[in-house]
Structure formats: structure tokens, C-alpha cells
């Protein structure tokens, strides 16, 4: 299968896995949990148990497809050129985001915590650099995920330029046998290690300077996209053994749940084991979860997605803006929302989910994808321009036809 082509279920599983996080982002004002911006006063045990779930495989999942996103943006460019197009295309618009974007989230957060002043009194703070939350305003907030993409294409574009050259033809050989039977799995196993041996001393934290197991982990999973994507015979063997994946992922998912329910956990006084290794794979189940639902995710995409409409093209060019855009929005609404009485969890969800698509989506359409300057800044490619037209004029029909040249 040729490589070159973009594969249109990978743009699919993108767009699914946006909307993915904007369910995620739209629940946390009323999961039993702390850490989020904007309580609201009730929160919600079982939604906090649908945001765990989320949360083990929706950042994986969109990291995985941004390995074959740097697979694609490598095709006929050099290093540098490669590296150029990703500080346009990520780092300007977390620039923007960090400036433009986020304050509004932390401005609306110190009002709900008591703060007097008004946006202009407050937004100078951001240029103290003092970063959130130890008493400062400057943060990326949800751009983390920008952020680490935008270091990791930094960092492995060398790799990844001699990866689809034909010097690691050899190499691309021996991945070839990975696709027999279900020796892709294997894939699975540096993140499942890693994130069991380190996970504990190193919780996640997405600030970059203090994240060292989850920035590896991440990473693992963008890489096994590249490789993944390089090496379609790889692809085709997801696609092949998906049932097995998704058995994986819901065996260790079930098996999870129930030890957490029963408080069956190295850190509860339940937990019968004695000695570190039955630890470390208990911990071990939840990159298991994720690698295991991921690999599905693609091979059943792969399977059923891997067709055009023609809304994909629409889709496909709105979903990173409004990835950029959709947190904001949340907060910004929860505000008010959290504040209403007599009103249910579930009815403040569906309208939180319900009006952050709608605002984001209407400011997508009418003041970025409209314009080159707010595409720039979103990182969007440049508009299309129009083919030009050769006006040919016959003596003997009128009027003039118009064609394509």
C-alpha cells in the first residue's frame, strides 16, 4: 500500500478524537475531582468514572495520529523545511494561545475565587511570567499538548528525515516482520515498562520541566505512529488483528475497574500482595488499557473509516482550531452555568458540550477560517488559491466560455 496518499481514517480518528476531548473538558466542572478550573457546587462521582476512561486513551490516541501527521508533512521536504512548517504550524498559535487564548480561562478562574478587578486590570499580570498556578497568569493550559508536540518534531526530525529516505530501507525491512501474526504488539511494551517503573515518582504534571514520565510516554506513543504509518504492512496488520487489540484493552480495562471499585490497590489497605512486583503490574494495567484501545481505535478505523465525504475536508481543517478555541469556551460558559440553581449535572453537561461546540465552531467559520491572517495564527494552511481561468472567446457561440487552464 503506497504511503504518500494520505489515509482518510486517520483524518477521521483526528476529528473523533477532538470531539473526544471536548466531552472530556466540558465534564470536569462536574466531576468529584479536584484540580479544574470552575467547580460547580454538585459534582458526580459516575462522570468522574467516564472521564478516567477518557482520560487513559484520548491523549494517546491523538498522539499516535500526530506520528503520522509527521510522517506526511516529511514527504518531499527537508529537515530544516520540516522543522520550519511545524514552528508555523505549532508554535505560533501556542504563542497565541498563551496570550490570546488561555488568560480568559485563568482571569474567569481568579473572578470564581474572588477576584474584583476587571479583565484590563488584571490581563497585564500575564507578562510577569510567573507561571500558574503558583500565584502567577502565564500558562498553556490545555496547549500543552502543542507544546510537547512541537519538542518532539524538534527533536526527532533528523531521525524522521533519514526514516523516510531510502537509507533506512533496510530498516524499514525488518520492521516488515513485525506484521506477522501479532508481533505488533510488541510496540506496546517500552510504554507499558516505562510508565510502570516511573508513573508513581513522576505523576503527570504537562509543565514540561517536571513531567519527565509522561513526556516520554507520550512520546512513545507518537513515535509508534511514525513507525506505524512508515511501515504499512504494520497498519494493515492492526487493521488484521483489531479484535485482538480491542480485547486487551477491554480485558485490562475490566480487570482495573474492578480492583479499583473493591479498593484493591497497592495504596489501599485491601491490597493482598506482599512485594513490588504485583506494584508494578497493577500500574501496569493502565498503559495496557490505553495501548490496547488505541491499537484498536486505529485498526478499526482503518477498517471502516478509510472513506472520503464531502465534509471531511471542512472537518478536517476546523478540528485544530477548534481544539485551540474549545477550552476558553468551556470556561467561560461554566462560569455562568455553575452558577444557575435547581438546574441537574446532567442538563448543565449536555448545555456545556452543546454551546462550546456551537460558539467554537461559529467563531472558526466566521472570524479564522475566512481570513489568512487568523489562519496564520491558528496554524492553518494558507487558502487555497483559484486556479486561474483562460477565457477563450468562439466567434460562433456566445458568450464567452470559461475553462480551467
Known sequence: METSQRQTYLDWL????????????????????????????????????SNHFLHLFRMPLLFFISGTVSFYMMQRRSTLSFIGLRFRRLFIPLLVGMFIIVPPQIYMERLANGYKGSFLDWYPSVFNFVPYPQGGSFSWHHLWFIAYLFIYDLIFAPMFAWMI????????????????GKWVYLLMLPGIVWFALLSQKLPETNDLAHDG??????????????????????????????????TIGFLSLMM??????NKIEPWQPQWPFHGSLFSYLFIALRPTIAWGWVLALVGYGKHYLNRTHKVLNYLNQAVYPFYILHQTVIVLVVYYIVQTQNESILSKYLYTVGITFFISV????????????????????????????????????????????
Request: some cysteine; proline content about 6%.
Open 362 to 405: 461559529l467563531i472558526y467559520h466566521l472570524f479564522i477560517r475566512p481570513y489568512a491572517v487568523t489562519r496564520f495564527l491558528f496554524g492553518m494552511k494558507p487558502k487555497d488559491k483559484p486556479k486561474p481561468v483562460l477565457q477563450v472567446e468562439n466567434e460562433d457561440l456566445k458568450p464567452v466560455v470559461a475553462l480551467s487552464a
Open 213 to 246: 514520565c509522561y513526556f516520554v510516554y507520550w512520546l512513545l506513543f507518537l513515535l509508534a505512529g511514525f513507525i506505524c504509518i512508515l511501515q504499512p504492512k504494520l497498519m494493515d496488520s492492526l487493521e488484521r488483528n483489531r479484535r485482538f487489540a480491542l
Open 256 to 261: 482495573w475497574e474492578c480492583m479499583r471499585w
Open 14 to 49: 483526528r476529528i473523533i478524537s477532538i470531539l473526544g476531548v471536548l466531552f472530556f473538558h466540558s465534564a470536569m466542572p462536574y466531576v468529584a475531582e479536584d484540580g479544574w478550573h470552575i467547580k460547580n457546587h454538585e459534582t458526580s462521582n459516575l462522570m468522574m468514572e
Open 165 to 180: 529516505s531510502p537509507k533506512s530501507d533496510a530498516f524499514k525491512q525488518k520492521l516488515a516482520a513485525l506484521a506477522n
